[in-house]
């Protein structure tokens, strides 16, 4: 049987991706395995829009959500824990970059043995912005990558 020690679960923080969080805390708590939540702060996607705001503050709001997003990934495993504790030691990090790249990079920089993400997470123009992240780390990850449908 396959074991996994480490899981990482790429977050966009919207509701639809809560699905593959609660599958990779399932995993996780099967394989008795640390859970890595990953938030990739994608600014070059809002770098080219007109905006009325200084970047500091877009960038604060942009890393508020990042840091939202990585701590409900910690809140699902205590949810479905049932206690007080998450269901498996939680990790999280928020990093900049390409999305697709940065997740597979954190994963071999983590050691990480599966990616368990949404086929897709925030829609509208920030799908069109982010473009098919799940396919892009199908295609570059040395490690098994789970994906899971979600709500757009």
């Known amino acids: 049987m396959v074991a996994y020690d480490r899981i990482l ?7 639809g991706v809560e699905r593959a969080i609660e599958h990779a805390v399932e995993i996780a708590t ?8 990953l ?6 996607a809002y770098a080219g829009l007109a905006m009325e705001s200084s970047w500091e503050s ?11 997003a990585v701590a409900r990934v910690r809140d699902i495993a205590t949810e479905l824990s049932g206690t007080n504790d998450p269901a498996v030691p939680v990790h999280t990090a928020v990093v900049e970059g390409k999305p697709s790249r940065e997740i597979v990079r954190y994963a071999e920089a983590n050691d990480c043995d599966l ?4 086929t897709h997470g925030r829609g509208g123009i920030d799908r069109l912005l982010l473009g ?3 396919e892009s780390v199908i295609r570059a990850s040395a490690v098994p990558v789970t994906t899971v449908p979600v709500e757009a």
């Open 132 to 134: 098919s992240v799940a």
């Open 39 to 44: 938030y990739v702060l994608n600014s070059d």
């Open 30 to 37: 099967i394989h008795d395995a640390t859970l890595h939540g």
């Open 58 to 68: 877009v960038d604060g709001l942009l890393r508020e959500d990042a840091e939202a």
């Open 115 to 118: 990616v368990v993400m949404g």
């Open 9 to 15: 679960v790429p977050t966009d923080g919207s509701d």
